[in-house]
């Protein structure tokens, strides 16, 4: 898990990357007193919004698993894991999924079946 100490220096280095706080702020949307503020430790780093993250470090991987066996060759895809998942749902809780992912998804559904 990445510490206050270790976040406050990646953010040092993309201030100097970019020349200053208010370089850096313009370049990712953001003012330049959040910069400040994240850099002095006025907002944590757990209280920080993934949108806010995100922007600040674009190319941050975040693990929602917790582990890196997805990662490793061997391990299951995350397709596999997600079927795996839903096999083992109750019919009713199969279809209550499928309304979820119809709900969030259906124009994208609607575009793969169309091919």
């Keep these: 898990m ?47 919004t993934i949108g806010n993250l995100y922007k600040l470090f674009p190319n941050a991987t975040i693990n929602l698993l917790g582990n890196s066996s997805i990662q490793e060759p061997h391990a299951k895809s995350l397709e596999e894991q997600l079927f795996e998942i839903y096999r083992s749902l109750t019919p009713d809780e199969q279809v209550r999924c499928l309304v979820m992912v119809a709900a969030n998804f259906g124009v994208k559904i609607r575009e793969e079946t169309k091919k």
Excluded: P, W
């Excluded at 993309?14 to 706080?21: K, L, N």
């Design 2 to 48: 990445l510490t206050q100490d270790e976040f406050r220096e990646a953010l040092s280095k993309s201030i100097f990357e970019a020349g200053s706080q208010t370089a850096l702020a313009e370049r990712l949307g953001m003012t330049q007193s959040q910069i400040s503020d994240y850099l002095r430790g006025r907002f944590l780093i757990e209280n920080m």
